[in-house]
């Protein structure tokens, strides 16, 4: 029987990694994501406040359902992708959405030792399958500009929305 041996000249393959959904036992990492997605954007915040916040948020969305996340657990177990949506009602409207719900996509990071491997597609295939079988009727995100070309591949669009904000 031949056996996988995991190394530099035999990476693991993506059969290889467990997608699962995440728990709050799982927040540290989740958070880790998040700081780390924004320091590779270049976006410049305080991180010892955004990791407090983040986690205090979590605490609070992940047990009440409005946030629900899926990790990507390694051949040796570690959490080294993850993605995450916020589930939002939406009112009837002139937009084709088919449900009183939308999810909105956040977080979706892959550690950089781990890239290349097709775990964010199978994460954000992961998020598709849940929201079809719970009847949500639209997927939007923000996308990062070096991962536009996997949501394209996968059906996203631009939106032409008028969107603005205050930020109060």
Known sequence: MWSAICGKYNPPTVADYRIRPATLDD??????????MFTEMGTSFDAPLIRQMFRDWLLKMMPAGE????VCVSPGGEVVAGAGITLLRWPPGPS?????????????????????????????????????????GAVALNAAPAARHLYESQGYRPAPSPMMWKIT
């Open 27 to 36: 927040i540290d990492a989740l958070i880790h994501h998040r700081l780390a």
């Open 67 to 70: 946030y629900r996340a899926w």
């Open 96 to 136: 084709p959405i088919s449900s009183e719900r939308i999810a909105f996509v956040y977080n979706v990071y892959t550690d950089p030792a781990h890239r290349k491997r097709g775990l964010a597609r199978r994460l954000m295939d992961t998020v598709h399958s849940w929201c079809a079988e719970q009847g949500i």
